[in-house]
C-alpha cells in the first residue's frame, strides 16, 4: 500500500475529488448556500448537497481509475507480471484498494468540512444522512474500479477520456431526460420529476427542503446496482482471457436488473418526508418544527404579538396559531391554507433575517396574504401589493414589508400607495368587507387578492 500511494496516481485521485469539490462549494455561489436547505444548514441537506456533486465527481472518478488502470501497458510490463507467481488478485486488490481509500478519504473530508459548520447552525443531530454519504463515497470507489478494469481490457489512451466521457454523459441524460417524467399539474403547468432510472446515476438531483431525504429501499437499490459496478471492474482488472473479460460484464448487468426491481417506481417512495426532522417544537401558539428548534426563541414572541394584532383587527376568524408547515407537495401544486394558522417558512424573504419588529410585520402579511404560488415557483407583484396594503389595516398605517430586493420592495410601496390611499377613503364597513373578500381569494387561491381590495370580490384567475 505504501509503494502504491507513492507509485499511482491515487493520491492525486483524492486531492482533485477534495479540491475541485471545495472550489466548487465555496467559490461558485448558488442555491447550495441559501436558506435552510444550505449544504452547511441542515445534516441531510449537506449529505445530499455532497451527492449532487458526484453529477461530475463520479465520472472524475470513473476516469482517473482508468488512467491507473493503463500504468502496467504504458509501462510495457504486463508480460513479466504475468510471470511472477503472485497472483493477479492480489496485484488487483492493492492496485484498486489504494485508489479506493484516497478517494474515501477525499469524500470523508468532505463530510467532515460540512459536518463541523452544520454543528455550528442547527441543534438537530440524527443518523439520517450517515447512509446518503455512505452511498456517495462508494459510488466513487465502484466508479474508479470500473474504470481501472475497462482500461486493463481496453489498454488505449483514448480510455481514459472516453469512459470519462461516457459517465458524465450518463449522469446528465439521467438528470435532463432519461431519469425524469414529464407531467402536467391540475393547473396545466408541465413539471418534471425523478423517477427510478435516475437512482442509477450516483448524483442526488433534487434537494429543495430540509425534510426530504432518500428512502431506504432507494439506498438498498443503489447499493446493488454499485455493487456489481465494482465486481466488474475487479474481474476486468484480473482477467486475462477474452471470455472471462466478456464473463465480467455480467455482474453489472445484473447488479442494474437487481436494482431496477428493488427501486420503486412511485416517485413519493423515492424521496420520504424525514418525520423526526418534521416534529413540530412549540412554543404556546407559535411552532416550528425540530430542524429549526434552535430560531424559535426568535421566532415567539413576534408570533405572539402578530396573533393578537390579527385577532384585534379580524375577530373569531382571525389566525390562532404560528405554524411551520412541514408538508412536503409535488412541484408544480397549488398550495392549500387555513385561515386558522400562519404559514411560517424560513427561506421566505420576509422571514430570512427578520427579527423582532420586522418579524411581526412579516407574520401579519403572512396571515393576511399567505401566497398562492405553485411550488417550486416564485412569484411576485399583485399579492405583495395586496399583502403590503392588508398589514397596513391591521397595524393602522402603510408599512414596508421586506422583499427578495431593494428594487422590488420600491416597486411594491409605489403600487401600494395608490391603493392605500383608495382604500382608507372608504368606511369601516367596506375596508372590512374588502378585507374579508381578500382573505378569501388569497386562502382559496382561486381569486386575485388585489382586486378583492379594490373591488368586493375579486376576479376569478
Known sequence: MRIELRRSVAPWAGGVVLTTALAFLYLLRGTFDQGTTAWTAQWTPMALWLRSLLFYLWPLAVGLGALQGLRDHRSKMSELLTSTPRPARHRAAALAGTTAAALTSAFALLVLVGGVQVLAHTSYTHLGWLPISLVGAFSLVAGSVLGMGAARALPSVLTPPLVTVGAFALTVLMQLSWGRTQRDTPMGIPVSEPNRLSLLSPAVQDVRDPFTTLSAVAHLGQTVWLLGMAVTGFALLVAARRRTRLLAVAPVLAGAALALLVLPTDPDRLFVVDKTAAEPVCDGPVCVTRTQQGRLADVAGPGRKALSLLHAALGDRAPVEVRESAAVLPEGSMPKWSGRTVPLDFDDAGIVGAKGEDMTVALVGKGLVPGCSPVGWSGTGGEDVARTVAAGWVLGDLVSL????????????????????????????????????????????????????????????
Open 402 to 461: 421586506p422583499q427578495v430586493s431593494e428594487k422590488l420592495r420600491r416597486y411594491v410601496d409605489t403600487e401600494a400607495r395608490p391603493v392605500w390611499k383608495e382604500f382608507r377613503t372608504l368606511p369601516e364597513a367596506e375596508q372590512r368587507a374588502r378585507i374579508d373578500a381578500m382573505r378569501t381569494a388569497a386562502l382559496s387561491c382561486e381569486g386575485d387578492a388585489l382586486e378583492a381590495l379594490r373591488k368586493t370580490g375579486g376576479a376569478s384567475r
